[in-house]
């Protein structure tokens, strides 16, 4: 059975610190891993991942994907208090894992 | 631009009551798709649709159907609604094409069924 499985639950961090969250999937298929951010309402899109070793850069927010080893990390530095959220990870646009909450302190 | 648009945002249905979420999307996405997400948790894929006339379940279909007449529209119908339905859906769309595509999501549906 395909599986998404995101590491940690969740995470409370001062702002500044930089921290790394994971996606680990076994997925028949695999065609693409997205990254999503959920504050109160609706997901809204950071990155598509399709390619092993490419990372894609957004600001203070970063991702790469290793299909090999079957993940993806989101790396978010100098963190602010605007970047609490739920990360979620999606692959092949159907199956999510059930997010990493992120709550950064002043 | 409305993007991905469902209705209603807020709904409290009684125990084997049925009801309609709509949804709507002026994209021109051939894929749309209902998920749920009940709280502190990620979002489960209940129906999918890759075209007009085409759906396929997802991860939890049951007590749930779905219908594709047109690429606008794709309405989620709850028969007999349970209190374990209870959630907020979201409708979402997406063109793909080989790899996959960014998905768009509608605000979202509150539904509580007491």
């Known amino acids: 059975e395909d599986k998404v499985v995101q590491s940690p639950l969740s995470l409370v961090v001062h702002e500044g610190d930089t921290v790394t969250l994971n996606c680990s999937y076994e997925v028949t298929n695999f065609r693409s891993l997205l990254w999503y951010k959920q504050e109160k309402k609706a997901p809204t899109f950071l990155f598509m991942l399709?390619?092993?070793?490419i990372e894609k850069k957004s600001g203070r927010l970063s991702s790469i994907l290793d299909k090999k080893e079957l993940f993806s990390i989101l790396n978010i530095t100098a963190t602010q208090t605007g970047d609490s959220a739920v990360y979620l990870c999606?692959?092949?646009?159907?199956?999510f894992g059930a997010g990493t909450r992120l709550t950064v302190k002043p | 631009n409305a993007g991905v648009t469902q209705t209603p945002k807020f709904r409290i249905l009684k125990i084997g009551q049925s009801m309609t979420l709509q949804c709507t999307q002026d994209?021109?996405?051939?894929?749309m798709y209902w998920y749920r997400q009940d709280p502190g948790m990620g979002l489960k894929l209940i129906y999918y649709s890759v075209g007009a006339g085409i759906t396929d379940k997802g991860e939890v279909p049951n007590g749930y159907n779905v219908s594709r007449s047109t690429t606008e529209d794709f309405p989620l119908r709850l028969e007999l609604a349970a209190p374990s339905q209870t959630s907020v859906y979201f409708c979402?769309?997406?063109?793909?094409?080989?790899?996959?595509?960014?998905?768009?999501f509608g605000e979202g549906s509150w539904l509580t069924v007491v």
């Open positions: 999606a692959v092949n646009d159907m199956r």
């Open positions: 399709t390619s092993s070793g």
């Open positions: 979402a769309s997406s063109y793909r094409t080989g790899d996959g595509n960014t998905i768009y």
């Open positions: 994209m021109n996405h051939n894929y």
